[in-house]
């Protein structure tokens, strides 16, 4: 480009040269210099008009030049021509996008910074029934008038997903995620979870029935078997052994069935709060006094309670969850260990931390111990009469109370269980309120 301008530049001065020479025959050497550059003014004035003529029209062919001029009209074209597949090229991967967007089973919407709906793909479109012409641009939360979902939407923690019924077919359940994205733009994410939610409650149905039909043949067997203990000592010492073993075993076996049982209810009943605050205080002395006499007094229970503060919740299913901590801090820890109960609260709501010295817990088994049936130590726990179901229990009661356990424990110090609840179910009676 440089060795152009520099062509450029001495061909103006050599035609101004040829122009003064000429002129100069006259004796009119600068306006023969003036005319020649004029002329040449006049040519670039023209080769612009011609190039504004072509952009106008950018689907004509290039105007034909030499020179500068030759050069500029061909970059400008290649320009064009590069540009051009570009954007065929983005707009061909923008319409596999969208195709494939399309062909999707879940429904996509694409919602802007306001809060509108901006685009969605077919299965959004048949999931919400909306309609392109009247639904774009409508706010969300128009068209998805649940409070759940308006919650949902506005709380922006969009970590988990929301499971709810549709609003076209409540048999339908849908579950929404949202994603946020670009500048407090959303992404919608909606998935049909009906034959998922089908199978998960045939699974809570099959071990609830199961349970329940075992309850029954349980008992007639253990009465037997209490009976058959009362004359075990008219039995040879072979049996008496069996005997014992039996009774053991079917205890366990109604200890399992039964915590079975609480867990589907925990999954299938609607959670009914009671109507008045529940004194946690009161609630953990009795719990204490029962773990003491578990223990046989060989362990030393500390309460440090805040006597003010209570919960808004469902008093069986916190006593169950409640007892189930303090009842393993005795089962795992050895006689003379220290167990120590401390209800409080802050600015994130209350808390109930049950605290042993006890072993303590690998840490690569804590994140496993709410899960069903995993135990620590299976021959431990089964001479402890454990299950493996107590920790899935309290998770679920905290759910439902919309609070969560956290468990931090090192071996040879000990364990800490710590239910938090949210502080909108917390209430101090007047002296602190
Ligand atoms: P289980 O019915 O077997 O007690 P849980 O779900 O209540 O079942 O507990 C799961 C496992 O967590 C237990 O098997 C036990 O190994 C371990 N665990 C629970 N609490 C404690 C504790 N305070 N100290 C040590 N280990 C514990």
Same mark, same amino acid.
């Given at each position: 480009?440089?060795?152009?301008?520099?062509?450029?530049?001495?061909?103006?001065?050599?035609?101004?040269?040829?122009?003064?020479?000429?002129?100069?025959?006259?004796?009119?050497?600068?306006?023969?210099?003036?005319?020649?550059?004029?002329?040449?003014?006049?040519?670039?004035?023209?080769?612009?008009?011609?190039?504004?003529?072509?952009?106008?029209?950018?689907?004509?062919?290039?105007?034909?030049?030499?020179?500068?001029?030759?050069?500029?009209?061909?970059?400008?074209?290649?320009?064009?021509?590069?540009?051009?597949?570009?954007?065929?090229?983005?707009?061909?991967?923008?319409?596999?996008?969208?195709?494939?967007?399309?062909?999707?089973?879940?429904?996509?919407?694409?919602?802007?910074?306001?809060?509108?709906?901006?685009?969605?793909?077919?299965?959004?479109?048949?999931?919400?029934?909306?309609?392109?012409?009247?639904?774009?641009?409508?706010?969300?939360?128009?068209?998805?008038?649940?409070?759940?979902?308006?919650?949902?939407?506005?709380?922006?923690?969009?970590?988990?997903?929301?499971?709810?019924?549709?609003?076209?077919?409540?048999?339908?359940?849908?579950?929404?995620?949202?994603?946020?994205?670009?500048?407090? +733009?959303? *992404?919608? $994410?909606? @998935?049909?979870? /009906?034959?998922?939610?089908?199978? =998960?409650?045939?699974?809570? %149905?099959?071990?609830?029935?199961?349970?329940?039909?075992?309850?029954?043949?349980?008992?007639?067997?253990?009465?037997?078997?209490?009976?058959?203990?009362?004359?075990?000592?008219?039995?040879?010492?072979?049996?008496?052994?069996?005997?014992?073993?039996?009774?053991?075993?079917?205890?366990?076996?109604?200890?399992?069935?039964? +915590?079975? *049982?609480? $867990?589907? @209810?925990?999954? /299938?009943?609607?959670?009914?709060? =009671?109507?008045?605050?529940? %004194?946690?205080?009161?609630?953990?002395?009795?719990?204490?006094?029962?773990?003491?006499?578990?223990?046989?007094?060989?362990?030393?229970?500390?309460?440090?309670?805040?006597?003010?503060?209570?919960?808004?919740?469902?008093?069986?299913?916190?006593?169950?969850?409640?007892?189930?901590?303090?009842?393993?801090?005795?089962?795992?820890?050895?006689?003379?260990?220290?167990?120590?109960?401390?209800?409080?609260?802050?600015?994130?709501?209350?808390?109930?931390?049950?605290?042993?010295?006890?072993?303590?817990?690998?840490?690569?088994?804590?994140?496993?111990?709410?899960?069903?049936?995993?135990?620590?130590?299976?021959?431990?726990?089964?001479?402890?009469?454990?299950?493996?179901?107590?920790?899935?229990?309290?998770?679920?009661?905290?759910?439902?109370?919309?609070?969560?356990?956290?468990?931090?424990?090192?071996?040879?110090?000990?364990?800490?269980?710590?239910?938090?609840?949210?502080?909108?179910?917390?209430?101090?009676?007047?002296?602190?309120?």
């Amino acid at each position: 480009m440089k060795r152009l301008l520099q062509k450029e530049v001495l061909r103006l001065i050599g035609l101004a040269l040829l122009g003064a020479i000429l002129g100069a025959f006259w004796g009119q050497a600068a306006l023969g210099a003036a005319c020649v550059l004029t002329l040449l003014l006049a040519q670039h004035v023209w080769q612009l008009l011609r190039m504004a003529h072509w952009l106008q029209n950018p689907d004509d062919t290039p105007p034909e030049a030499r020179r500068l001029w030759g050069d500029i009209f061909d970059g400008i074209y290649h320009y064009q021509r590069r540009q051009k597949t570009a954007k065929q090229q983005l707009s061909q991967l923008l319409e596999r996008i969208q195709d494939s967007s399309q062909a999707l089973r879940d429904g996509i919407v694409m919602i802007d910074h306001n809060g509108d709906l901006e685009w969605w793909n077919q299965a959004a479109e048949q999931m919400l029934g909306l309609s392109a012409n009247s639904d774009r641009g409508q706010p969300i939360t128009y068209l998805l008038r649940n409070p759940k979902f308006v919650d949902y939407y506005e709380q922006q923690n969009y970590l988990d997903p929301l499971m709810m019924p549709s609003h076209l077919n409540e048999e339908r359940m849908l579950e929404y995620h949202i994603t946020l994205f670009g500048k407090n +733009e959303r *992404l919608l $994410l909606i @998935r049909d979870c /009906t034959k998922m939610q089908r199978l =998960e409650r045939m699974r809570q %149905d099959f071990v609830a029935n199961v349970s329940h039909e075992l309850r029954t043949p349980l008992t007639v067997l253990a009465g037997y078997l209490e009976t058959f203990s009362d004359y075990a000592d008219e039995l040879p010492a072979r049996w008496q052994r069996g005997l014992k073993l039996m009774s053991e075993q079917s205890a366990r076996m109604e200890h399992l069935v039964s +915590e079975l *049982l609480t $867990l589907s @209810r925990l999954e /299938t009943s609607e959670f009914k709060a =009671e109507a008045e605050p529940i %004194d946690i205080t009161q609630l953990l002395t009795c719990i204490s006094n029962d773990a003491l006499a578990l223990s046989g007094h060989k362990h030393k229970i500390q309460l440090e309670v805040n006597k003010l503060l209570q919960l808004r919740g469902n008093i069986n299913e916190l006593r169950s969850a409640f007892s189930n901590l303090v009842f393993n801090a005795v089962k795992y820890t050895p006689e003379g260990s220290t167990i120590t109960l401390s209800w409080y609260y802050d600015n994130a709501g209350a808390h109930l931390t049950v605290q042993d010295n006890g072993q303590g817990i690998d840490g690569k088994h804590l994140k496993f111990l709410t899960q069903r049936f995993y135990r620590v130590d299976d021959s431990r726990s089964s001479q402890t009469g454990g299950t493996g179901l107590g920790l899935a229990i309290v998770k679920h009661v905290l759910l439902r109370h919309q609070g969560r356990l956290e468990i931090s424990s090192t071996v040879g110090q000990g364990s800490c269980f710590t239910c938090h609840f949210p502080a909108s179910l917390m209430c101090l009676t007047p002296s602190q309120s």
